[in-house]
């Protein structure tokens, strides 16, 4: 019998795809083929956002990074079409890109035209609104700053020059600029050369690390990982029986804290590499024995690793308004995550003066945050409710009611006598795994957060906006592979105990493509992250003066009184 001959796909020009998109349709771009995801938005174990994100761009890199050879092959199902030459990318919708619907006088006529453009730069990827930083009509390239750190005197928009009726945005403008100009100057070109010499040298990296087995998982790590975890589990109950309280309640927490990694790994499919068996590995660790929702957390997660370190976009950042690690959350910007206004108010404008102190106090009740999300998770279905996943959410709700019986019921109130008792053990056993928080936090808080335009390559991105921690091999335990953002950004499924390995090949990769590699100790990386916060207070008080002299002023156009 004839084998069954391979389904051929048309060719779509970019102007069909930018009216497939304006149409409504989640189209995006993988290995030259063009995928319509709108029958699996609501089915993606991962959620909808991350999809999202990807509408309008070649997401070869991405969905690689982050999906099995399996996964891969399934959505093959979505193709609708494939694309000739070089795929010059779209800004998502979601982003705020504007696309013009497919009428039929143009759909001939300007075929031709844009399968050219499909192949050339193009100055205006998507006909969204008119960038600040790429679009100026004014060089968008600045000098960089004196060293003492005022803007440059011949700069168009300073902090005297504010005009009445923008409230002090000039001058975000002018830091925005100025960030952007350093990150342009630091890293490797945005031409298409460049960023595809890059990307081809990163896949061949991918492939060099299959080669050498770091994928496959090393199964007697995690033995040692779980006799850890037995043993401090172990001895918050033995205590407990004893009567030794806070002893408990700090072998507890450190149980909770090491469990974070695995549950992790999991979430990741880094351990045995199956959807459906890891995603339940996950689930027993995060939702029964931690209260942590792993589909939230997946949700979550996956939307980081894609727009990583946006404040518009990345959720791992927004924490308005007690946090801010840009001045762009100043101009209370929406949060495509949780779509809801990120006010700058008063209460902001408190918190984000004194946020170098309040910082590490924060994250000492960061878990209590997390139970939070967790259940608005949960109970507002927000994860697939239908598809291969359907019935991890109610998995995961009968994980968290064993939690909070065996913690709340069995322990605070059936195992200790008094209100106070319960009172201080609850704290303890919430606050000692704090260390994991500042861990998430180093890793992104101090780099860039800049909007560098659709061009930027995966790779460059994930560089760009993730810092690596020194430390020894034998305090790996303590991190829990956290300590390699760097490498686990760039290659999520890489099971965390061949991280260490992984970690030199990547460094190769950096030096041959001129991309700088972030690498601190744990004390200079807080360092670095408690002087970004104190920047941003810096610049908050800045703001606030600008935004004072045009209200008290009596010359409101150039700020001073007569």
Same mark, same amino acid.
């Given at each position: 019998?004839?084998?069954?001959?391979?389904?051929?796909?048309? #060719?779509?020009?970019?102007?069909?795809?930018?009216?497939?998109?304006?149409?409504?349709?989640? $189209?995006?771009?993988?290995?030259?083929?063009?995928?319509?995801?709108?029958?699996?938005?609501?089915?993606?174990?991962?959620?909808?956002?991350?999809?999202?994100?990807?509408?309008?761009?070649?997401?070869?890199?991405?969905?690689?990074?982050?999906?099995?050879?399996?996964?891969?092959?399934?959505?093959?199902?979505?193709?609708?079409?494939? =694309?000739?030459?070089?795929?010059?990318?779209?800004?998502?919708?979601?982003?705020?890109?504007?696309?013009?619907?497919?009428?039929?006088?143009?759909?001939?006529?300007?075929?031709?035209?844009?399968?050219?453009?499909?192949?050339?730069?193009?100055?205006?990827?998507?006909?969204?609104? #008119?960038?600040?930083?790429?679009?100026?009509?004014?060089?968008?390239?600045?000098?960089?700053?004196?060293?003492?750190?005022?803007?440059?005197?011949?700069?168009?928009?300073?902090?005297?020059?504010?005009?009445?009726?923008?409230?002090?945005?000039? !001058?975000?403008?002018?830091?925005?600029?100025?960030?952007?100009?350093?990150?342009?100057?630091?890293?490797?070109?945005?031409?298409?050369?460049?960023?595809?010499?890059?990307?081809?040298?990163?896949?061949?990296?991918?492939?060099?690390?299959?080669?050498?087995?770091?994928?496959?998982?090393?199964?007697?790590? !995690?033995?040692?990982?779980?006799?850890?975890?037995?043993?401090?589990?172990?001895?918050?109950?033995?205590? %407990?029986?004893?009567?030794?309280? $806070?002893?408990?309640?700090?072998?507890?927490?450190?149980?909770?804290?090491?469990? $974070?990694?695995?549950?992790?790994?999991?979430?990741?499919?880094?351990?045995?590499?199956?959807?459906?068996?890891?995603? #339940? =590995?996950?689930?027993?660790?995060?939702?029964?024995?931690?209260?942590?929702?792993?589909?939230?957390?997946?949700?979550?997660?996956?939307?980081?690793?894609?727009?990583?370190?946006?404040?518009?976009?990345?959720?791992?950042?927004?924490?308005?308004?007690?946090?801010?690690?840009?001045?762009?959350?100043?101009?209370?910007?929406?949060?495509?995550?949780?779509?809801?206004?990120?006010?700058?108010?008063?209460?902001?404008? $408190?918190?984000?003066?004194?946020?170098?102190?309040?910082?590490?106090?924060?994250?000492?009740?960061?878990?209590?945050?997390?139970?939070?999300?967790?259940? @608005?998770? %949960?109970?507002?279905?927000?994860?697939?409710?239908?598809?291969?996943?359907?019935?991890?959410?109610?998995?995961?709700?009968?994980?968290?009611?064993?939690?909070?019986?065996?913690?709340?019921?069995?322990?605070?109130?059936?195992?200790?006598?008094?209100?106070?008792?319960?009172?201080?053990?609850?704290?303890?056993?919430?606050?000692?795994?704090?260390?994991?928080?500042?861990?998430?936090?180093?890793?992104?808080?101090?780099?860039?957060?800049?909007?560098?335009?659709?061009?930027?390559?995966?790779?460059?991105?994930?560089?760009?906006?993730?810092?690596?921690?020194?430390?020894?091999?034998?305090? @790996?335990?303590?991190?829990?592979?956290?300590?390699?953002?760097?490498?686990?950004?760039?290659?999520?499924?890489?099971?965390?105990?061949?991280?260490?390995?992984?970690?030199?090949?990547?460094?190769?990769?950096?030096?041959?493509?001129? =991309?700088?590699?972030?690498? !601190?100790?744990?004390?200079?990386?807080?360092?670095?992250? #408690?002087?970004?916060?104190?920047?941003?207070?810096?610049?908050?008080?800045?703001?606030?003066?600008?935004?004072?002299?045009?209200?008290?002023?009596?010359?409101?156009?150039?700020?001073?009184?007569?």
């Amino acid at each position: 019998m004839a084998e069954k001959a391979e389904k051929t796909y048309p #060719v779509l020009s970019r102007r069909q795809i930018e009216g497939l998109i304006a149409d409504g349709r989640s $189209v995006f771009i993988l290995d030259q083929y063009v995928f319509k995801a709108d029958p699996w938005l609501k089915y993606h174990p991962g959620g909808d956002k991350a999809i999202l994100h990807m509408v309008g761009r070649d997401a070869t890199d991405e969905v690689t990074a982050l999906h099995s050879s399996e996964a891969r092959q399934q959505m093959n199902r979505y193709r609708i079409g494939r =694309i000739e030459g070089r795929w010059v990318n779209f800004i998502p919708p979601i982003q705020g890109g504007k696309f013009r619907p497919l009428s039929d006088e143009d759909a001939g006529d300007d075929a031709e035209e844009c399968d050219q453009t499909s192949t050339e730069i193009s100055s205006n990827p998507s006909s969204r609104d #008119v960038s600040p930083v790429f679009d100026n009509p004014e060089p968008a390239i600045r000098k960089r700053r004196p060293a003492d750190g005022l803007p440059n005197s011949s700069s168009t928009s300073s902090v005297s020059s504010i005009e009445a009726d923008d409230d002090g945005m000039s !001058y975000l403008d002018t830091v925005t600029k100025e960030k952007t100009t350093l990150d342009l100057e630091k890293y490797p070109s945005l031409d298409f050369a460049t960023q595809d010499a890059i990307v081809a040298k990163y896949r061949d990296l991918d492939q060099r690390i299959k080669a050498e087995g770091l994928y496959k998982c090393n199964y007697g790590a !995690y033995a040692i990982e779980a006799t850890r975890y037995s043993i401090l589990f172990g001895l918050a109950f033995l205590f %407990l029986r004893w009567g030794w309280y $806070v002893s408990s309640a700090v072998c507890l927490g450190a149980f909770w804290h090491q469990l $974070v990694f695995t549950a992790h790994d999991a979430g990741h499919m880094g351990i045995t590499h199956g959807f459906h068996t890891d995603t #339940v =590995i996950g689930i027993i660790i995060a939702d029964f024995l931690g209260g942590l929702s792993l589909g939230w957390w997946k949700r979550n997660h996956n939307v980081h690793h894609i727009v990583t370190n946006a404040p518009e976009h990345d959720p791992d950042i927004e924490h308005m308004p007690f946090m801010a690690v840009s001045h762009r959350f100043f101009q209370s910007m929406r949060s495509t995550y949780y779509d809801h206004v990120m006010e700058y108010d008063a209460f902001a404008k $408190v918190m984000l003066r004194i946020q170098p102190y309040t910082y590490y106090i924060l994250l000492l009740f960061g878990r209590l945050n997390l139970y939070r999300l967790s259940w @608005d998770y %949960l109970i507002m279905g927000r994860g697939p409710r239908n598809g291969p996943a359907w019935w991890h959410r109610w998995l995961e709700i009968t994980g968290q009611i064993f939690f909070w019986t065996w913690y709340f019921y069995g322990v605070l109130y059936l195992s200790i006598p008094n209100n106070r008792d319960r009172f201080i053990f609850f704290l303890i056993s919430h606050m000692v795994p704090m260390p994991v928080h500042a861990q998430i936090c180093l890793s992104h808080f101090a780099m860039s957060t800049s909007d560098m335009g659709p061009h930027e390559s995966f790779p460059q991105k994930m560089l760009r906006t993730t810092m690596d921690v020194d430390c020894p091999q034998w305090l @790996d335990f303590f991190h829990g592979g956290l300590q390699f953002q760097v490498i686990h950004h760039l290659f999520p499924r890489i099971p965390r105990h061949n991280l260490r390995r992984t970690q030199k090949l990547v460094q190769e990769f950096c030096n041959e493509v001129g =991309i700088p590699y972030a690498l !601190y100790g744990f004390v200079d990386g807080n360092k670095r992250v #408690v002087g970004t916060l104190a920047e941003v207070s810096r610049q908050a008080a800045i703001l606030a003066k600008c935004q004072k002299v045009i209200s008290e002023s009596d010359d409101p156009i150039h700020g001073h009184h007569h």
